[in-house]
């Protein structure tokens, strides 16, 4: 490229980590930093700003701050990317320098979504906790004390669903968030020991059978509240999506440097085309057999992240009708800082 622009705001440019672009007052691009070059078709020659930004508002942009003298800033897409473009008249021309907003924007849009939906899932368990509380003032009223102690039953089973929702979405926003990951040894194989003791009463309920093959111990590095999230959250719905007399085998095993917790249920399985989103939070393949066992819609996503957060990976397969395999795979190690997901 003819380099015409002076070696200080060459260099101004160059320490830019977001993309920048200046014209000389001829409207010709005498610099263009290295973002800038990955994302516009910057060559060897001087180019007009139409040539290089292949967007009308740009050019016009450009022209504009030239013949004012004043600063723009304006949002445009381009590819794909939202850009915050700011342009601003130097000495030698109009520079163009750009944000790339389109990470900020997808998390601003997933927050928007997680509000909305975590209210209206709260929306049913007080609806129900209202309903019922006026129904029980009437029968408390009549006298009618057998009615009046299943609604207060009733009632306590609501707010229970309430309370586990509002514990699962501070489970969910706290491993979501890049606070500060611990990194101390746990032994996975007693946590999943005592997971499998935890759920085996409910499992004994519907005639379940709980069959294990756990080693001695599994050391890995993480947290152990986060590891014991993962396991009972796949343990309960492997109980909760079971059949009455169905089985559960839980097998954890050294797989080259990780390890391998496979869960398998005999139960009602999984649609192929729900198998991507079952771990999107609040999606359930069937809304009312999961809150006949109590499910939020939170569990899977709540194992997804917590899996990421040390730096292992989870997946289903499942034949529907058949029953279903969640394998999680934890590596012995912390991940690096660098390796860790955000
Ligand atoms: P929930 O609280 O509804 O159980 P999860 O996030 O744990 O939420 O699971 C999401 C959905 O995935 C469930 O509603 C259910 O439809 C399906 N699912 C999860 N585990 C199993 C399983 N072992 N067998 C069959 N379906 C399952």
Redesign the pocket.
Known sequence: MNVTATPPLRQLLEALSDPALLFDRDHRLTAANAPSRALFDVGDEAYTPSQVLGSAHLTDLVQEVADTGRPVRMGITIEGRELETTAAPVADGVVLVFRDQTARSRVDAIRRDFVANASHEMKTPVSGIQTLADALTVTLERGDTTRSHELAERLAEEASRLGRLITELLSLRRLEEDGERVHTPVDLAAVVAEEIDRIRVRAQAHHIDVDCELPGTAVVAGSEADLRLIVS?LLD??V??NRDGGSIRVELRAVRGSWRLAVT?S????PRQDLDR?FERF????IAR?RA?G???????IVRHAVERHGGTVAVRSILGEG?TFTVELPVQPPSPAARPG
């Not at 499910?295 to 996503?301: A, D, N, V, W």
């Open positions: 959250n719905n492997a909760g999506y249920d139960g009602i399985g999984i079952i999606y359930r393949v069937d999961s066992t499910g939020t819609g939170l569990g899977l996503s279903s």
